[in-house]
């Protein structure tokens, strides 16, 4: 079987009705210190969760269970120094966690176009690493598809920076190995995070991974999911979490989300990508579950300059539009990104982590359940319910809920809870976002119609908005609506009201059978004539007569 198990329509199944209510965890030292503890709670907090964890009827295999970790620098060094691999210093090397075939020659072929990709993308592959695993613990399903799970490790250039730069450069080599190799799931592949997860019942994540076991695995952040999928065939690579959330809930908006995405792909820019773009496009993998396609974009917009905080705002905003006790900074905030991305609507609570910051949010419904307490020994412990781990009470110094659109956020690097006002009061100052709007955004109502009358021509207009738009930070997107603009509007000879009524119908698609077998009976009897259940009219293809573009 292959490790990519792909879901198509059969029979009265259809991927367009997959639902998800899971269980999800996070334990956070806020101060970043890491210690095994931090993983050891996160596992206990998933194992608690088995209730919101989905299993087949013989009870031995689980939808899908997993954990996101920091890497830890102690634990890899002395994995990896028995085997050859000297890995340097902390986050001066990637770690990539795969699901390979089973089948050896199609595993060999994978590994081999991995490493020729990354050599020629300017990086030093250092090695592999089969990841060791107890599969007699798996149920019959989950050990019949299991995938050979190996860890690959990429050397940081000495010309490429830390953090962010360099994972830029593994996101690259990860979507050319994707477009590249059908039978293989990049479960992760970074300087800073990597996951672990699988078919398993909560409880087997830990005995089956023996890395999670060692004592030797410290990590500041730890983000925990069970999957409970309802109408989905589990699998391994659709276990949670992502590379950077995990999700509980759905995303009921997902189809014009993704179709939106792929409308403006050729219009995306960024430096940070220069003369890379054409090799991560497409954005988001179609193949995923619908938390799988939001962390699609959530990374692509992160990697491509936008702050984390600000990349979950823009996905997941809260109810901005007719709320007038809203600061107008913020509101011109979320009306500037509303033109640039839709809102991702849920019902659902998301958490979200690069490594540094963790967080998490509701979407604007708040539907689905999200609770924390703050500890006096600077620990956070969120999930989607209460009672999920034993904490002292006496060491609590918070309980509190999410709300809806709202956000929570930890800095681990700057040791800091940031409220959802300040953070979003941050993001609303970054850049002038009132200015852009009022110079940028027109409302159709709002626009002059005819040419003869006093006020702008649709000719000044559009030379106005073009004006406008320099500096913009989305100039080129912007230009290339008003060009639009100017095609539709400023090359016609006439004025909307001095347009003939033929020329409107004709504009319309109206036909010489449309008004006189249905319009003009209708005007003339008020009455609906009936028509022929059965179209004798020839395929718009074959059709001698003009024909609207749809058809």
Same mark, same amino acid.
């Given at each position: 079987?292959?490790?990519?198990?792909?879901?198509?329509?059969?029979?009265?199944?259809?991927?367009?009705?997959?639902?998800?209510?899971?269980?999800?965890?996070?334990?956070?030292?806020?101060?970043?210190?890491?210690?095994?503890?931090?993983? &050891?709670?996160?596992?206990?907090?998933?194992?608690?969760?088995?209730?919101?964890?989905?299993?087949?009827?013989?009870?031995?295999?689980?939808?899908?269970?997993?954990?996101?970790?920091?890497?830890?620098?102690?634990?890899?060094?002395?994995?990896?120094?028995?085997?050859?691999?000297?890995?340097?210093?902390?986050?001066?090397?990637?770690?990539?966690?795969?699901?390979?075939?089973?089948?050896?020659?199609?595993?060999?072929?994978?590994?081999?176009?991995?490493?020729?990709?990354?050599?020629?993308?300017?990086?030093?592959?250092?090695?592999?690493?089969?990841?060791?695993?107890?599969?007699?613990?798996?149920?019959?399903?989950?050990?019949?598809?299991?995938?050979?799970?190996?860890?690959?490790?990429?050397?940081?250039?000495?010309?490429?920076?830390?953090?962010?730069?360099?994972?830029?450069?593994?996101?690259?080599?990860?979507?050319?190995?994707?477009?590249?190799?059908?039978?293989? $799931?990049?479960?992760?592949?970074?300087?800073?995070?990597?996951?672990?997860?699988?078919?398993?019942?909560?409880?087997?994540?830990?005995?089956?991974?023996?890395?999670?076991?060692?004592?030797?695995?410290?990590?500041?952040?730890?983000?925990?999911?069970?999957?409970?999928?309802?109408?989905?065939?589990?699998?391994?690579?659709?276990?949670?979490?992502?590379?950077?959330?995990?999700?509980?809930?759905?995303?009921?908006?997902?189809?014009?989300?993704?179709?939106?995405?792929?409308?403006?792909?050729?219009?995306?820019?960024?430096?940070?990508?220069?003369?890379?773009?054409?090799?991560?496009?497409?954005?988001?993998?179609?193949?995923?579950?619908?938390? &799988?396609?939001?962390?699609? $974009?959530?990374?692509?917009?992160?990697?491509?300059?936008?702050?984390?905080?600000?990349?979950?705002?823009?996905?997941?905003?809260?109810?901005?539009?007719?709320?007038?006790?809203?600061?107008?900074?913020?509101?011109?905030?979320?009306?500037?990104?509303?033109?640039?991305?839709?809102?991702?609507?849920?019902?659902?609570?998301?958490?979200?982590?690069?490594?540094?910051?963790?967080? &998490?949010?509701?979407?604007?419904?708040?539907?689905?359940?999200?609770?924390?307490?703050?500890?006096?020994?600077?620990?956070?412990?969120?999930?989607?319910?209460?009672?999920?781990?034993?904490?002292?009470?006496?060491?609590?110094?918070?309980?509190?809920?999410?709300?809806?659109?709202?956000?929570?956020?930890?800095?681990?690097?700057?040791?800091?809870?940031?409220?959802?006002?300040?953070?979003?009061?941050?993001?609303?100052?970054?850049?002038?976002?009132?200015?852009?709007?009022?110079?940028?955004?027109?409302?159709?109502?709002?626009?002059?119609?005819?040419?003869?009358?006093?006020?702008?021509?649709?000719?000044?207009?559009?030379?106005?908005?073009?004006?406008? &738009?320099?500096?913009?930070?989305?100039?080129?997107?912007?230009?290339?609506?008003?060009?639009?603009?100017?095609?539709?509007?400023?090359?016609?000879?006439?004025?909307?009201?001095?347009?003939?009524?033929?020329?409107?119908?004709?504009?319309?698609?109206?036909?010489?059978?449309?008004?006189?077998?249905?319009?003009?009976?209708?005007?003339?009897?008020?009455?609906?004539?009936?028509?022929?259940?059965?179209?004798?009219?020839?395929?718009?293809?074959?059709?001698?007569?003009?024909?609207?573009? $749809?058809?």
């Amino acid at each position: 079987m292959s490790v990519i198990q792909q879901n198509t329509e059969q029979g009265l199944y259809s991927p367009d009705f997959e639902h998800d209510n899971c269980g999800i965890g996070a334990v956070v030292n806020i101060k970043g210190q890491k210690s095994h503890d931090t993983v &050891a709670n996160a596992l206990k907090i998933v194992e608690n969760l088995e209730h919101r964890a989905g299993k087949d009827a013989e009870g031995k295999t689980g939808d899908g269970v997993g954990i996101l970790l920091q890497i830890s620098h102690k634990f890899f060094t002395n994995v990896c120094r028995p085997l050859g691999i000297f890995l340097g210093s902390e986050r001066d090397y990637g770690v990539g966690m795969f699901f390979f075939p089973q089948d050896e020659l199609k595993r060999n072929q994978a590994k081999n176009i991995f490493e020729v990709i990354v050599e020629k993308e300017g990086l030093k592959f250092l090695g592999w690493r089969e990841v060791p695993i107890r599969k007699e613990i798996l149920g019959k399903k989950a050990l019949e598809c299991m995938p050979c799970i190996m860890q690959g490790f990429i050397e940081r250039p000495k010309k490429v920076k830390q953090g962010l730069d360099f994972d830029r450069r593994l996101y690259v080599v990860r979507r050319v190995f994707e477009q590249s190799s059908d039978d293989t $799931y990049v479960a992760s592949l970074s300087s800073r995070t990597i996951v672990y997860k699988g078919m398993f019942l909560v409880k087997q994540l830990r005995m089956f991974f023996e890395d999670l076991q060692n004592p030797d695995y410290e990590s500041a952040i730890a983000v925990v999911h069970s999957r409970f999928s309802t109408n989905t065939n589990p699998s391994w690579e659709r276990a949670h979490p992502n590379r950077y959330i995990i999700h509980n809930g759905e995303i009921n908006t997902i189809r014009g989300n993704v179709n939106w995405v792929k409308a403006r792909e050729r219009m995306f820019a960024t430096p940070e990508f220069e003369g890379d773009m054409d090799k991560i496009l497409p954005v988001i993998n179609e193949d995923g579950s619908d938390s &799988a396609m939001l962390d699609n $974009y959530l990374q692509f917009l992160h990697l491509s300059g936008f702050s984390l905080p600000r990349a979950v705002m823009m996905t997941i905003p809260e109810p901005w539009e007719n709320n007038e006790d809203m600061d107008p900074a913020m509101k011109a905030f979320y009306e500037y990104h509303s033109c640039i991305t839709e809102p991702w609507d849920g019902p659902a609570a998301v958490a979200f982590t690069d490594g540094r910051y963790i967080g &998490a949010t509701l979407d604007r419904n708040g539907l689905r359940p999200a609770r924390y307490y703050l500890t006096s020994d600077d620990m956070i412990i969120l999930s989607s319910e209460v009672g999920v781990t034993d904490v002292d009470e006496s060491t609590i110094i918070k309980k509190e809920r999410l709300h809806p659109g709202k956000m929570l956020l930890i800095d681990t690097e700057k040791g800091k809870i940031i409220s959802d006002e300040e953070i979003k009061k941050e993001e609303a100052l970054h850049k002038p976002y009132a200015e852009w709007v009022k110079k940028t955004l027109v409302e159709i109502d709002n626009l002059p119609l005819n040419t003869d009358k006093k006020g702008d021509t649709w000719h000044d207009l559009v030379h106005k908005l073009k004006d406008n &738009a320099k500096g913009n930070v989305n100039e080129h997107l912007l230009l290339k609506n008003f060009i639009v603009l100017e095609n539709m509007f400023v090359n016609r000879e006439n004025s909307e009201d001095k347009l003939s009524l033929l020329t409107r119908q004709k504009a319309f698609g109206y036909t010489w059978e449309d008004v006189n077998t249905t319009i003009k009976s209708i005007v003339e009897k008020a009455d609906d004539p009936i028509g022929a259940m059965g179209a004798d009219i020839p395929l718009a293809v074959l059709s001698e007569k003009p024909q609207l573009l $749809y058809n």
